[in-house]
Every structure is written in C-alpha cells, then in structure tokens.
C-alpha cells in the first residue's frame, strides 16, 4: 500500500494578486522538487478528488460563515476578506476543492487502499474558525477532515498535529469542546494570529515558543511533551496541518527549522501511527512561503511519510 499524493489544478487557480506570498507557484514547487527527486513516480497519484459537499463543510463551519463567503465571491476581481485575505473568481472553487482532498484521503486510508497521503492544497486552512475565515484560509481543511473521520467512519479519537509557524487557531477553534480530537502543535509567540483560547484543555496540547527558537529545542517539545499525550491518547488516526514557514530560510516567522526536522518529527509521528493508528497518517499543505525551503521541506517530510 503506497502514500497517496492528492493535488489539483483548481488549487492553483485560487490567487490573492502577484505581490502575495500565498501563491500558485506554492503547489508548483513542491510538484517540481518531489519529481527532481526521484519520489513523485514512487507515490500514488490522485489528482482532482470530489470537492467537498456544503453538509461536510457545515460539520464544522457555520451555515453564515458559508453563506458570507458565497456571497463575498467576485464575479471578477479581488474581494477583501481582510487585510491579507481576499477572494478572486476561483477561490470558492479551490477552497471546496482543497477541503475535498482530505475527505478523499481520510477514505482511502480507512479503506485501506493506502497507509498515508500527502495533499498538495491550497488555501490553506488551520486559520479558518467556524464563523471567520482569516490569514489566507477559507475553510478549515484538516478540521473537515477529521469531522468526516469521526461523523462518517465512526472513529473515536483523532489526532491533529500542527508544525506551522503561527498557531492554528481555527483548529482550535472548532475542537476545543470536542474531547475526541486531540490537537499538538508549537508556534511562534508572541506573533500571529495573537489568538488562543484560555482554559486549559486535557486533549489541547499548544506550546508556544520564542522567536529564534531551534529546531533541536523544538525536537524536545515534541520528545517531551507531544509524544507521551499522543500515545496516551491512542490516536485511530493522525492528521497533520504541514506548514513548512518555521524554516530558518522563511521571512515569514522566526523560527530554526531545518529540512531534517521536519523529517524527524515526521518520523515520530509514523512512528505513533504504526503503534497506535494502523499506520494512518495524512498531512496536508498549511503555510511555507520561501519557495525554495518549501519544496525541500516538504520532500523531506513526505519522503519520511512513506519511509522512502
């Protein structure tokens, strides 16, 4: 059973205007490295899953979230969601699209027809809260699909691991009163979006960090702190919102990360799943916007997703 590669074009037609980070060339480069490598024939394609359906993106969004977005839409142009968040034309289109990717690898990994997936999506969604979309998300992808995981196939507990830069805030949002979704994540702090939740949560494991914090001090955290509560949790499966911006070379944040890291704690989380999760692991696309750090970063991570 092989690691399913999920990406589309209609992702790529989602853009912001030429100035903006978050772009097209994004889901390009990671296609162009993991081909330069060597891995890209080794993985299991599929391009262009269903998008997701209303009722799946209702599981976890608001019907005036959704509807706001609908009516937001451009018919041509750009329209501002806020000051670094807009809509083009195409953008509804990608986001359902981007939200669709999870859905089709949460069913083929419970199907069995593969043991991981990487989706190669975009907008990105850790973000997006029920009722807001915000910092270049629209829908929350890896909250729809983990509510399909536990709604459609009955899971009991899932696991969201988030490395990205800034804190996923929307995830956060969604899952903070629902016990059968274990979030971990670290993030840069103070820095955007400035927004966690207070009260402590037993299956909310957030840590914040200093800028300039090192990757092997960020491997301690995930040692230390992520691994015990992830197998004291016994995930059924993990989900993992890869956003590639805490690379030392991404002007984004301030964090050290480095390519073997993100191997690393891709490492260790296959580890969890093989133990806990019959091997289950999807990750999908958040942030990372050095062009170059991103494709390497994300080759290193999906090559340790499917032990290539």
């Given at each position: 059973m092989e690691t399913l590669y999920i990406t589309s074009p209609t992702c790529r037609q989602h853009e912001m205007g030429s100035w903006h980070p978050e772009c097209p060339e994004r889901v390009d480069v990671i296609n162009d490295h993991l081909l330069s490598s060597g891995i890209l024939p080794l993985l299991e394609a599929a391009d262009n899953p269903r998008p997701a359906t209303e009722a799946e993106i209702l599981r976890v969004h608001t019907q005036a979230h959704l509807d706001h977005l609908k009516k937001l839409s451009p018919a041509s142009g750009y329209a501002a969601v806020d000051g670094?968040?807009?809509?083009?034309?195409?953008?509804?289109a990608a986001a359902f699209q981007a939200a669709g990717?999870?859905?089709?690898?949460?069913?083929?990994?419970?199907?069995?027809?593969?043991?991981?997936?990487?989706?190669n999506v975009r907008p990105p969604g850790h973000?997006?809260?029920?009722?807001?979309?915000?910092?270049?998300?629209?829908?929350?992808?890896?909250?729809?699909?983990?509510?399909?995981?536990?709604?459609?196939?009955?899971?009991?507990?899932?696991?969201?691991?988030?490395?990205?830069?800034?804190?996923?805030?929307?995830?956060?949002?969604?899952?903070?009163?629902e016990p059968r979704v274990m979030m971990c994540s670290f993030y840069q702090h103070p820095f955007y979006p400035n927004s966690r939740r207070e009260g402590e949560r037993d299956h909310m494991v957030n840590v914040p960090v200093d800028a300039y914090t090192t990757g092997f001090d960020l491997r301690q955290i995930v040692s230390d702190i992520w691994l015990p509560r992830l197998r004291e949790f016994e995930p059924e499966l993990i989900l993992v919102s890869a956003g590639f911006d805490a690379h030392r070379e991404d002007e984004m944040g301030q964090l050290g990360m480095v390519e073997s890291d993100y191997a690393w704690i891709t490492d260790q989380l296959v580890n969890v799943a093989e133990s806990c999760s019959q091997g289950r692991i999807i990750s999908m696309l958040e942030g990372g916007y050095n062009l170059s750090a991103l494709g390497r970063s994300a080759v290193a991570h999906i090559r340790s997703l499917s032990k290539l």
């Open positions: 670094d968040t807009s809509m083009n034309p195409h953008t509804l990717a999870g859905i089709a690898a949460v069913d083929a990994v419970m199907a069995g027809k593969a043991v991981s997936a990487f989706c973000h997006a809260e029920s009722g807001r979309a915000m910092g270049f998300c629209f829908f929350n992808n890896v909250a729809v699909a983990a509510a399909h995981a536990l709604e459609h196939h009955g899971l009991s507990r899932v696991a969201v691991i988030d490395f990205d830069v800034h804190h996923g805030n929307g995830t956060e949002d969604i899952f903070y009163d």
